[in-house]
């Protein structure tokens, strides 16, 4: 069995968001990774409790806090809105 997370980093309308940067904390340790072209992230063989954080230019912040455990997979969807900033 697999354990981990799957994450999907979409926009307000469900759109996928590629190239986003998620980083993925837990006490000291902090991972991180760009989304896909598909808007997909994906972490393995980690469990714990988790805060997933996706950063791109021109949308605000999104975080959410996850609990993992040994052979589950959680899935994570983080929806970014548009910043109003520009970029």
């Known amino acids: 069995d697999e354990t981990g997370i799957n994450g999907h980093v979409v926009d307000e309308t469900g759109a996928p968001l590629a190239d986003v940067l998620v980083t993925i904390e837990s006490g000291n340790f902090v991972?991180?990774?760009h989304t896909t072209a598909e808007g997909t992230f994906s972490a393995r063989g980690v469990f714990g409790d988790f805060r997933i954080t996706a950063f791109e230019l021109g949308f605000t912040t999104s975080q959410q806090v996850v609990s993992v455990v040994p052979n589950e997979?959680?899935?994570v969807t983080l929806v970014m809105s548009p910043s109003g900033e520009g970029g």
Do not use: L
Request: aromatic share 0%.
């Open 31 to 33: 991972g991180d990774t």
């Open 73 to 75: 997979i959680v899935e």
